[in-house]
């Protein structure tokens, strides 16, 4: 599987030579170039896909595969950073969501970026984007893949703060890196930990069947967990920071100020799925050295899956609702892998999050498309301003209509067969969870529609449009919102395919902890109740948003204290603010600046002061005066005469 | 004669031409000529280096020769070198090839500038080559004396006050490690100063290197920027023209860290290990607090003055964990930080000259403008918070790998604490960054300045191709160090 | 009565000399001390010069009767003072010209 390496060479060449030739071409020419070299790593990845799922099965088990590995940077003689491939069931997998999504926003973009300013920078960006998530889950060991982790990580500033002339963008931009790079800080600490005890970085060696390597840090211990406990805790750590896990989920929703293709990349199949997806690299390590960890971890993401989901009810923006969703189901796969077993019916966590991952990846992306269309129609990211937009865009309704139907939950939509596998696991683990993550998926369910509701029904856009009076102003809500074109429709019907079909993928064959297969089925008791669940959910958004209604404003007024909360979003912003702002800002980096100047360098400029007042002092012996000196010179030869006279 | 001895040649060659040129044109000829010349011996000496190297040669030290040059005092003329100060002499080639290009358009006096430049070039590749305690020390003096002319005459802002006060720190700085030099050689009882004589003798006598160890070390450390003796770095670089800021940030500062591990800890080992933990402190504190000090500022030059003081206590900090990982990522984020803290300087000199201003508050969205800076600028703090790819990725993780292979509390503490600094490092770079390169314009006279012409973009893109190289293909020259620096962790783990 | 027929009648004591000279030499020093006019502390110079030459040669008379040396070292010191004297008289002059005045206070031009 050796031409794997192109999969990671050719973004990278597609970036190089676009951020080289930068405004040498046509726009419409680097957009193509790096469409179509997209287009061939979709290729190769589903052919990547298509031999291994077929030929690398040992004794009815997915086998690792490293077509590739070279050292890049030695440490010391056990430890080294390699560069390689490893293909496994999962970053198969991943090789495949992210290509298809990356794909399919290339293609997009084509058409939505179109006439923007720096339309090749944009393509570059995409390029190095991709190449960073396929670098990372292909990694064969923890170090490679906190090098594509960090890379990924300044794509992302990159393509959030694509519009750089807009301050609100620079300082989203800014949130989003510096906030997962305090991630990524606990993620080396992490590294460093682990790797000091266990004297290697090694996916393999780490996630394989001997865990001697373990042996080491085994007895150690720091305030009373064991470090490898702290290790892989701080490894999590990372991870939360890249999939938004409170309370570092603040950088997510600002992200939205990029383009919005550049949202449906980000959100729905790469960035933030990484952390979920360090995660399941590392499963058993963490299932079998650290359970209490991931115990941790699932009780994190059920919280924060309920915590972003009440948001979400809130919003007006519709991408930012988009946004709240996508933390609250990134949630949904942290808390799945916690509540996970390992082997046999014990692993339906791990094959329902892997899964979960690639449905949501699907239908988000079509979700964040489908929105995007939205707003180049109507150009406001605000649901006021729309309304009644189903008459005029059919495509996207009804895609838009099957991704909403898919992450409620609803048969036979993709999101129903992973969604029930999550909550059938969280049942196992423990009731609690299980009924909290039912009524979390309930949230789920009113805030899509309501989201729904909103763009597509509701007031008549043009009757809102002439409300509002802006109807003849600049922002061009004048003229009469269109479909979009087939570049644009195009993956928005190919992503809602996949969406109806993805569900019956019997995906447990190809991805499970073990890499043993892995049959799914149905547990009718829960899928039955979510489904109850869900449906009530959508008969209540029906009912408050299909047509205009007071109810909501009602239902707010009465709730006025939490709905202010969650539209503030709980201030979590504004506690970040003040520690940044109050904290960091003033209360170190200022003093420590007015200590530099007005301490130490004063010290050093007072010695320089001091030499040069003894030296004023001691100037006036120097008068000129012959007179005086010709004193001073005769009391002296006096004294000295005196002296010797007297001893 | 010896083939080392050239990098000094040149430079006095230089001189000689520059004396005999009339015109500017003459006078870039002439320093464009030799500077090229230096980057051509320099990538010769590598490849004879490591191919000598390969060959088997496990000479501590290879193209040695040694001239008696004052026999009463037993002051040698001898040179060396090793994979370290090949690095170094590396990175010198590069930043004075770029610093000719960055002061192109040097005003006024450029005969008296570029002789300056050359003098303090001499200094620089004379300190890198020799081998001989005194020698050493006197090429460290020549390196210094022409950075207070250069600040003085050619500097900006409070220029006099600057040049005073580096000149004086860094001064003080070489009393005490002149005091410390002739302790070292009068109590080791070698015959001559050459530091491999001293090493292998290895017989000074733990209390009197319990007295020149921290005089020796903070001598050098001084240059360093060592906390708390780094004041000097902010006003000077801020006041300085620009190819200075890059020698200085660049090289300069170097000898300090180069020193610091080749005297001070290679030939006192056991006050070495008996006193790092107080150095070891003051180089944490200079690690973090460089970059909270950076954050406040609003001055690009102190900004980066301050994250030079970061840097280079990282420097200060690997060599003091003493051991081979963290050793060589020292001398990696030595190179790094030539590297990238020369582009920073550049740049700021470039920007300076175009906005005539360096106040961040007063400038902003100068991608649109300028396009080119913009984006090197981009790359430039990319380098500095540590980014796969570039430069100081590699160096930083060598550092924390390295430093993390103790296994005390107060090792792992300082070392914790060391990491943090990437994410503060984040913080301010982020900060100017999305202040002056993004967002819009702040002054409607900046939306007419034009971008780099082309000996700027020479001088960037020769640093940014260096970053790249190094932060993409790290394995050689990290291996080309780690060779290099196993006789001295050698003498320290004895 | 006996004392002084003795002192005047004898040899002259080593003492008078001396007496003498000490007397010029302080009164010089006094003078040198005191004066502000730059040509009355020259005048004040030359008496100490003489009341050392007195001293050269009362002592050369009184410690080696019959050689010169004495004499001759104050011959050199008389033409030496002499020079001095003339290149001393042309500075002043000189300030004079340039200061209008010869009050040593003044000259304190070169302190800074």
């Not at chain 1, 198969?92 to 084509?110: E, G, R």
């Not at chain 1, 791990?350 to 239908?363: E, K, R, V, W």
């Not at chain 1, 805030?447 to 003849?472: C, E, P, Q, S, T």
């Not at chain 2, 984040?426 to 002054?443: N, R, T």
Request: aromatic content about 14%; charged content about 10%; overall charge neutral.
């Amino acid at each position: 599987m050796q031409y794997t390496i192109l999969i990671l060479v050719l973004p990278l060449l597609s970036f190089i030579f676009l951020g080289l030739m930068d405004s040498k071409f046509k726009p419409k020419t680097a957009g193509l170039i790096g469409t179509i070299v997209l287009g061939i790593i979709t290729a190769l990845s589903y052919y990547t896909a298509f031999e291994y799922f077929t030929m690398y099965k040992v004794e009815g088990v997915y086998q690792k595969v490293i077509p590739f590995e070279m050292e890049w940077l030695r440490f010391t003689d056990l430890l080294s950073i390699k560069l390689g491939i490893l293909i496994d069931a999962i970053s198969v997998m991943m090789l495949v969501v992210i290509s298809t999504v990356s794909f399919m926003v290339n293609l997009y973009s084509l058409s939505y970026m179109d006439g923007e300013k720096g339309f090749q920078r944009y393509y570059a960006f995409l390029s190095l984007f991709t190449f960073s998530m396929l670098g990372l889950v292909v990694a064969t060991n923890i170090f490679q893949m906190y090098i594509f982790w960090e890379l990924v990580g300044v794509s992302s500033f990159l393509l959030i703060g694509f519009y750089y002339s807009k301050p609100s963008a620079v300082a989203a931009a800014k949130k989003a890196f510096i906030v997962t790079r305090f991630a990524d800080m606990f993620f080396l600490i992490g590294i460093l930990v682990l790797s000091f005890y266990t004297k290697t970085f090694d996916f393999g060696v780490l996630t394989g069947e001997n865990p001697i390597v373990f042996a080491a840090g085994a007895g150690a211990t720091f305030m009373g967990f064991s470090v490898l406990s702290w290790a892989m805790a701080l490894i999590f750590i990372g991870g939360a920071g890249k999939s938004a896990m409170f309370p570092l989920q603040i950088w997510l929703p600002d992200a939205m100020e990029g383009p919005t293709p550049v949202s449906a990349l980000i959100h729905a199949a790469t960035m933030v799925v990484a952390g979920v997806f360090l995660v399941a690299r590392l499963f058993p390590v963490y299932y079998f050295q650290t359970p209490e960890v991931l115990h941790g971890i699932a009780y994190v993401g059920a919280f924060t899956a309920l915590f972003a989901a009440v948001i979400a009810c809130v919003q007006t923006d519709i991408k930012r609702v988009l946004a709240f969703s996508t933390i609250s189901q990134i949630a949904f796969m942290m808390v799945a892998l916690g509540v996970s077993g390992y082997e046999g019916h014990e692993g339906t966590g791990y094959m329902a999050s892997m899964f979960h991952l690639f449905t949501h990846a699907m239908f988000k992306a079509l979700l964040f498309l489908g929105a995007g269309s939205v707003i180049h129609a109507v150009h406001s990211n605000e649901m006021k301003d729309m309304g009644g937009l189903r008459k005029y865009m059919p495509i996207t309704n009804w895609t838009f209509l099957i991704a909403c139907l898919a992450i409620a939950g609803i048969p036979p939509f993709s999101g129903f067969f992973s969604k029930d596998e999550i909550l059938a696991a969280s049942f196992e683990f423990s009731p609690l969870i299980g009924w909290l993550m039912t009524f979390i998926a309930a949230l789920t369910a009113f805030y899509m529609f309501r989201l729904y509701y909103n763009i597509f029904w509701g007031k008549d856009y043009a009757v809102k449009a002439a409300a509002h009076g802006h109807g003849h102003d600049d922002h061009g809500h004048g003229h009469t919102p269109h479909e979009s074109p087939f570049a644009m429709a195009f993956p928005l019907v190919f992503l809602a395919a996949v969406t109806c079909v993805a569900g019956f993928i019997p995906f447990g064959e190809f991805v499970s902890a073990t890499g043993a297969d892995y049959h799914i089925h149905i547990d009718m008791k829960v899928a039955i109740t979510s489904v109850v669940v869900a449906l009530i959910s959508i008969s209540v958004a029906t009912i408050m948003y299909r047509k205009p209604s007071t109810t909501p404003d009602k239902l707010a007024a009465s709730f006025s204290g939490l709905f202010k909360a969650a539209s503030n979003r709980f201030y979590i912003d504004e506690v970040y603010l003040f520690i940044t702002r109050k904290i960091v800002f003033n209360s170190i980096s200022r003093p420590i600046a007015w200590f530099d100047r007005h301490v130490i360098d004063a010290t050093m400029d007072g010695f320089a002061n001091t030499t040069q007042w003894v030296s004023i002092r001691i100037k006036s012996f120097q008068s000129g005066q012959i007179q005086q000196y010709a004193y001073v010179f005769l009391f002296g030869t006096l004294l000295i005469a005196a002296l010797i006279l007297i001893f | 004669m010896n083939f080392l001895s050239i990098f000094v040649l040149i430079p006095v060659l230089m001189m000689v031409g520059l004396f005999a040129s009339n015109n500017r044109k003459q006078l870039l000829t002439v320093m464009t000529i030799g500077a090229s010349l230096l980057m051509i011996m320099s990538a010769t000496l590598t490849y004879m280096y490591l191919t000598e190297r390969a060959a088997g040669n496990v000479a501590e030290m290879l193209f040695m020769a040694d001239t008696v040059w004052y026999a009463p005092f037993n002051i040698h003329y001898s040179v060396g070198v090793d994979g370290i100060s090949v690095a170094m002499l590396i990175l010198s080639s590069i930043i004075v090839f770029t610093g000719v290009f960055a002061s192109w358009k040097i005003d006024p006096l450029p005969k008296e500038f570029f002789l300056w430049f050359s003098l303090l070039s001499i200094g620089v590749y004379g300190f890198f080559i020799t081998t001989d305690l005194f020698t050493m020390f006197m090429y460290y003096e020549i390196a210094l004396i022409p950075m207070y002319l250069l600040i003085g005459i050619w500097g900006t802002g409070r220029k006099e006050y600057s040049a005073m006060k580096l000149t004086l720190m860094l001064m003080g700085g070489s009393a005490l490690l002149l005091v410390g030099i002739l302790g070292i050689y009068f109590s080791s009882g070698a015959t001559t100063m050459n530091l491999l004589e001293i090493a292998k003798l290895h017989n000074i006598p733990v209390e009197m290197q319990r007295y020149f160890f921290p005089l020796t070390f903070m001598g050098f450390g001084v240059l360093g920027a060592l906390f708390p003796f780094h004041t000097w770095s902010p006003d000077g670089h801020a006041s300085a023209p620009t190819a200075v800021s890059m020698l200085h940030a660049g090289v300069l500062m170097k000898l300090g860290g180069y020193g610091a591990f080749r005297v001070a800890m290679y030939l006192m080992p056991e006050a070495a290990h008996e006193m790092a933990w107080i150095f070891l402190i003051l180089t944490g504190i200079s690690v973090v607090y460089g970059a909270f000090g950076a954050i406040h500022q609003t001055d690009l030059k102190y900004i980066n003055a301050y994250s030079s003081v970061s840097h280079c206590g990282l420097v200060l900090f690997a060599i003091l964990m003493m051991n081979e990982t963290a050793t060589t990522g020292a001398i990696m984020q030595m190179l790094s930080h030539g590297l990238m803290t020369a582009l920073f300087f550049a740049l700021i000199g470039m920007i300076y000259g175009r906005t005539h201003t360096r106040d961040i508050r007063l400038m902003g969205g100068l991608m649109k403008v300028l396009p080119f800076l913009g984006v090197s600028y981009v790359i430039a703090g990319m380098a500095s918070l540590g980014l796969p790819s570039l430069s100081g990725f590699v160096a930083e993780m060598t550092i924390f790998v390295g430093s993390f292979q103790h296994t005390d509390t107060f090792h792992r503490v300082l070392t914790i604490t060391a990491v943090s600094s990437i994410v503060i490092t984040a913080v301010y770079i982020l900060k100017v960054v999305g202040k002056i390169i993004f967002g819009p314009i702040q002054d409607k006279h900046h939306e007419e300045l034009t971008d780099a012409v082309w000996y700027e973009r020479v001088a960037v893109s020769v640093l940014i191709v260096a970053i790249f190289a190094m932060g993409s293909a790290p394995f050689w020259i990290s291996s080309m160090i780690g060779e290099s620096v196993i006789p001295v962790i050698g003498q320290l783990i004895k | 009565m006996e004392f002084l027929t003795s002192f005047f009648s004898g040899p002259v004591p080593v003492e008078a000399y001396l007496a003498v000279s000490l007397i010029m030499f302080f009164a010089g020093v006094y003078g040198f001390l005191t004066r502000k006019s730059m040509l009355m502390i020259l005048v004040s110079i030359e008496l100490m010069l003489n009341a050392a030459d007195i001293n050269f040669v009362a002592f050369n008379r009184y410690l080696y009767p019959g050689q010169f040396e004495g004499f001759y070292f104050t011959l050199f010191t008389i033409a030496i003072a002499a020079c001095e004297t003339a290149v001393a008289i042309a500075i002043i002059i000189n300030i004079y010209r340039n200061l209008t005045s010869v009050e040593v206070g003044n000259l304190d031009q070169m302190k800074e």
